[in-house]
């Protein structure tokens, strides 16, 4: 499922709305997506990021790009901010 997945990112909850109801038909257990009490996480979530993304981190921020072209400078806000991965050698 997350190689057939085309965008930049996946949350866990999308991940679960698609397999809980192949998992709870096929199988004695009853699947769930909840948060995990006392981590500290504030409510957040596990989220897969395709390897072909660019992930810029500013803060608790994040940009996700996903480009055709490596090498491409990022700008935001008229402010070079990161660069597309390059190709692969």
Do not use: W
């Amino acid at each position: 499922m997350l190689r057939q997945n085309e965008k930049a990112f996946i949350s866990t909850q999308e991940i679960f709305t698609r397999i809980a109801p192949v998992i709870g038909n096929n199988a004695e257990q009853t699947p769930r997506c909840s948060p995990i009490l006392y981590t500290g996480d504030n409510g957040g979530q596990f989220v897969f990021v395709a390897s072909d993304a660019t992930v810029i981190h500013q803060g608790k921020t994040a940009l996700i790009v996903n480009a055709d072209v490596n090498g491409a400078v990022i700008f935001l806000n008229d402010k070079q901010i990161g660069v597309t991965p390059s190709p692969e050698v």
